[in-house]
């Protein structure tokens, strides 16, 4: 009787195993649905993998075989791919009912617009069929750059996973059906079109001159209390992108001189933290953000 389980667990650790092959990270979910299969912080005893501080599924997921082996032969797990330490950016194409609604296009429609209008053909690159009837576009990340996931912010039914983020591996299996791969191997990179969707270009700014500069930083403080509330009530699943956001957005100020840097990292940690995010995924998503945006944005208001 045990002997379907048997089979079972070996093609789940066979796949869990051929994604780390890949350089893929992967950690075990719970038997039969998506949820992380390790415990949480609030069950943590601080030993093990946890002996220096709890460490997460994105902190423990592993390409390492012989770990791999030894939790999978435990039990059938499902295997998660986290995909920021896998250098992944995956684009998730929903379908509507999914959502909530069935009257809308699902996201293939959205995205193959979105498309059209960049000028652009769908990508070429590996996909997963989901159980629920979607699809996930496999890309590389780039690697000079920290990607956040996000909802909705490429098209309807369109989700992004990255940092902060995972997917189900294509082997697993739900009630609703199983993960397929649709293709070949081959991850291609992610378009520079639609890297410039996920992550805009600050706009050109307008603000006041010099001669005004009392009222430019009453304008960065507005900013940055904006910015804070907005990291501080970010709902699971969209905390990592609104920091990230945010980040991005008041680095301008500091690179202007209208706010210091150590205000923005505070106020930015406290949000985050506030929000439900660890203080070590707060503080690496403020320094690539951040940094990134004062870089970018040495250029005073004022310069002609």
């Known amino acids: 009787m045990t002997q379907p389980t048997d089979n079972r667990r070996e093609a789940l650790l066979a796949a869990a195993l051929n994604a780390a092959d890949r350089g893929w990270h992967v950690f075990p979910l719970r038997p039969g649905i998506k949820l992380p299969a390790l415990h949480g912080e609030r069950t943590c005893t601080g030993t093990g993998p946890c002996a220096g501080g709890h460490r997460k599924w994105e902190q423990r997921a592993t390409t390492d075989p012989d770990r791999i082996r030894a939790a ?37 429609a959205t995205f193959g617009a979105l498309c059209e209008r960049a000028g652009h053909a769908v990508p070429d690159t590996y996909r997963v069929r989901t159980a629920s009837g979607g699809t996930h576009l496999y890309f590389t990340a780039p690697s000079d750059v920290r990607m956040a996931n996000t909802q909705g912010t490429v098209a309807d039914s369109v989700d992004t996973r ?24 081959v991850v291609a990179c992610l378009p520079s079109w639609l890297q410039s969707v996920l992550q805009p270009a600050p706009k050109a700014s307008t603000a006041p001159s010099v001669a005004v500069a009392g009222q430019s930083r009453r304008y960065a403080d507005v900013a940055l209390a904006t910015e804070t509330r907005n990291v501080a009530t970010a709902q699971v699943g969209e905390r990592e992108a609104k920091l990230f956001r945010a980040a991005r957005a008041l680095g301008r100020f500091v690179a202007w001189g209208d706010l210091p840097q150590h205000v923005v990292e505070q106020a930015l940690q406290e949000g985050g933290e506030a929000s439900g995010l660890s203080a070590s995924e707060c503080r690496s998503t403020l320094r690539s953000a951040l940094n990134w945006s004062i870089a970018h944005n040495q250029r005073r208001r004022d310069a002609a």
Request: with cysteine; aromatic share 8%; hydrophobic share 35%.
């Open 72 to 108: 999978w032969t435990r039990a059938p797990f499902n295997v998660g791919i986290a995909t920021g330490p896998s250098g992944l950016l995956v684009v998730d194409l929903d379908t509507p009912e999914h959502k909530g609604s069935s009257d809308a296009p699902d996201g293939a």
């Open 162 to 185: 990255a940092w902060g983020g995972y997917v189900v591996a294509a082997g697993s299996t739900t009630p609703a059906g199983a993960y397929e791969p649709l293709c070949g191997p």
